[in-house]
């Protein structure tokens, strides 16, 4: 009953399109509820132009439905809240007391901040802080080579690979330019192992591997994978101070703002009870001790 009634009030809402002025339009009711009331001229405002008639009755019914459980909702809090519950006065000044602060302290850091953390101020924390810095994946400073199951030159790519010589690896790196499907090569950059594994076939590596390889070359269906491991850390591990240097400039710009805010507020109480600007009853606030 009820989407015959919504295909009625569609089809209204097409009519309308064609038949009424907008004086007679704005008359047309296509839904009620309680005192809420949708209007045909409501429907007109959909913006459905260039979709095929199907679609526009599906979405104009779609919209009438979700406009009256809405408003069911609504009639049902309205009828079922108290006053203070659907009093948002407060709240809402509370929240824009707290976005004008927010903006200001915002403001407050970007002309005051020092921003300059030199690599003299991330090492002394590292250095006095060795308990936050435990490894909870596995990293590892690698060289890495995907290319192809049917690449070419595939065996002299292997002995190319874990060579040291700069002509090698000069060689290496301009067949990776041309066959591979992905390559790697910075071997100062720390990785974790978790998101090499997505690239390649391995397993959960131990300290054991380690002792005995420094490489992995391993294959599927569709690829051949080369891994040279530079170096690692494991989970448990202290982690290297490159691995944490990004994140720790990041902690001590954070307790920089704090403490700028800190100092700010501090200057800013000061200032206004050496100016009067700020009155303070004692004795009212004594009486409102619990009792």
Known sequence: MYNKSLFILVAIFFSSCTYFTKEEVVAEVAAKVGTYTLTVEDLKKLDIKDVSPEDSLVLVNNFVENWVKEKLML?????NLTQYQKDFNR????????????TYELELIKQNLDTNVSESDIQDYYQKNPENFYLTNDIAKINFLKVPINAPKTNRIKKLFLSEKEKDQHELKEYAHQYAEKFYFDENEWIELNELRKEAPISILSTDFFKQNNHIITEDSLALYFILFKDYRLKGDVSPLSFESDNIKNIILNKRKLNLLKKIKIELYQQALLNKEIQIYSNHIENQRIK
């Open 75 to 79: 009639q049902k809090a309205e009828l």
């Open 91 to 102: 709240q809402l000044e509370d929240y824009r007391k707290t976005l004008l602060i927010y």
